[in-house]
């Protein structure tokens, strides 16, 4: 029996972040976000950094500069923006701002996912305000289960979440799934991922260089992945 299929980004190419112009091979959290906003029938802002041409390069910069961000940073995670923060001052080149800095061993801003939500939703217009009191764009989700991204995916909402794809952490976007007759999570057969990286191998655990556009992974296998990868069936997510 041929498998049914729900993909919510038909119609689009994913993005890359290998084109990046900041920072591109730690840019997946950025541009996962604005990925799965275009997908979600946002539009953004052109008069933001006017200097960039691209969306995710902006969220970018804005995570990394936007004061209010960087306070949240600091207050709700001290010691990791006291890290990233000496890291930056240590190896900055000189000419280079502290933000353009990549610290291999330190966590900016946009690689820390309760930031990287709050500074999306920044960057989307919305006020400090507006998230207190429950008015945003995208939500943070610790426990995310296979059932709630599905309902999500029907909604023709994608979901990004951090997986350990290899030695790294990444972010990816869930745009789809092929499942047996209905679409329960007990009937999914395997997922569909954008992956702005290209696409990984789980073989060699490598990334190859090709289009990370709609590759197809069995359940268990990105299941596994999705962090925390020590809880099989509750995990992160940002949600839409």
């Known amino acids: 029996m041929a498998l049914k299929e729900i993909n919510v980004s038909t119609n689009f190419l994913n993005s890359s972040q290998r084109n990046n112009e900041i920072l591109p091979s730690v840019a997946c959290g950025p541009t996962n976000m604005i990925q ?16 960039l041409k691209q969306p995710e390069d902006k969220l970018m910069k804005f995570a990394r500069t936007d004061e209010r961000v ?32 990549n610290c ?19 960057f989307l217009g919305y006020s400090e305000d507006d998230i207190k009191s429950g008015h945003y764009a995208t939500r943070l989700e610790n426990e995310f289960s296979l059932s709630e991204v599905i309902s999500q995916l029907e909604k023709g909402l994608p979901v990004v979440t951090s997986v350990r794809f290899g030695n790294c952490g990444h972010y990816i976007t869930i745009v789809g799934a092929q ?18 990286y290209g696409r990984f191998n789980f073989k060699t655990e490598t990334y190859e260089k090709v289009s990370g556009n709609d590759n197809i ?24």
């Open 179 to 196: 499942y047996k007759k209905n679409l329960y999570s007990n009937n999914i057969v395997n997922l569909i991922i954008d992956n702005t």
């Open 36 to 51: 799965a906003l275009e997908y979600a029938g946002w539009e953004f802002d052109k008069r933001n950094f006017p200097e």
């Open 104 to 122: 291999p061993k330190a966590n900016a801003p946009n690689e820390v996912h309760d930031v990287m939500n709050f500074a999306t939703n920044l």
């Open 217 to 240: 992974i069995s359940k268990e296998e990105l299941l596994a992945r999705v962090r925390p990868v020590m809880h099989l069936f509750r995990k992160g997510a940002m949600t839409i």
């Open 70 to 101: 960087l306070e949240y940073y600091r207050t709700h995670y001290k010691n990791m923006y006291l890290n990233w923060q000496e890291e930056a001052k240590s190896i900055k080149k000189e000419g280079e701002e502290l933000w353009q800095v």
